[in-house]
């Protein structure tokens, strides 16, 4: 089983419907983010948290919330979904130590809005 | 501001030696980080260099220049499982990663 799983894997929706995209990590890492990914360009930060307690807006936040409901789990939510948030979405972690800045990336939730 | 700056796509021999080169503006530095993406996947660490010079690890070596701004990934005795895209990325004063867009790399017989 994979140490960060995101759920669901790929998504369809239409303009303006919620959408929530949960990640769960099983590393026991304090901190855990969410980055978004597009063609031609880097990833993204979209949100980040480093414990339960707390959440900080990355680069692109707005449109986007976030849940961080336990050290393990961190969702994403699209309140009112736009054709311009047509993304893969990453959720990460990292441990405390951040000696090796090594991330730990969940597999990407295809998001696609029509 | 900060800005980091790599090839969009290289092409390469199987067996071949390539060098993806990535280039950075910033005004604080933690240590810069590539990553290996294959097509669908999901990002994987590959390595990390605070200080100037060269880090080997199997066929992958990563370089940094702080001076110059400047670091290279080095992939020697090329496999087709190489092919992949190669993502350099910056840890800022604010200890906040910056990424680059990537470099896909095309691994030919």
């Known amino acids: 089983d994979a140490d960060v799983t995101q759920t669901p894997r790929n998504r369809i929706t239409k303009t303006g419907k919620r959408i929530m995209l949960e990640c769960s990590q099983t590393?026991?890492?304090?901190?855990m983010y969410w980055y978004r990914q597009d063609p031609g360009l880097g990833l993204r930060l979209i949100y980040y948290?480093?414990?339960?307690?707390?959440?900080n807006k990355g680069e692109i936040s707005d449109g986007y919330s976030v849940s961080r409901q336990a050290q393990a789990k961190f969702s994403l939510s699209l309140e009112s979904a736009i054709p311009n948030q047509t993304a893969l979405y990453f959720c990460?972690?990292?441990?405390?130590?951040?000696?090796?800045?090594?991330?730990?990336f969940g597999e990407g939730s295809r998001l696609t809005v029509l | 501001g900060q800005n980091i700056d790599q090839p969009t796509e290289m092409t390469a021999t199987e067996g071949a030696i390539v060098q993806i080169n990535c280039t950075y503006q910033?005004?604080?530095?933690?240590?810069l980080f590539w990553y290996q993406q294959h097509a669908g996947e999901a990002p994987t660490f590959l390595s990390y260099?605070?200080l100037d010079g060269l880090e080997e690890k199997g066929r992958f070596s990563s370089f940094l220049s702080r001076s110059k701004g400047y670091s290279y990934l080095l992939l020697k005795e090329l496999q087709m499982k190489d092919s992949a895209s190669y993502l350099c990325?910056?840890?800022?004063?604010?200890?906040?990663?910056?990424w680059g867009a990537g470099t896909k790399l095309i691994i030919k017989p």
């Open positions: 590393k026991g890492h304090d901190r």
């Open positions: 990460a972690t990292s441990s405390r130590d951040f000696d090796t800045g090594e991330l730990f």
């Open positions: 948290s480093f414990d339960v307690k707390d959440i």
């Open positions: 260099n605070v």
């Open positions: 990325a910056l840890l800022d004063s604010n200890y906040q990663l910056i």
């Open positions: 910033t005004s604080g530095f933690n240590g």
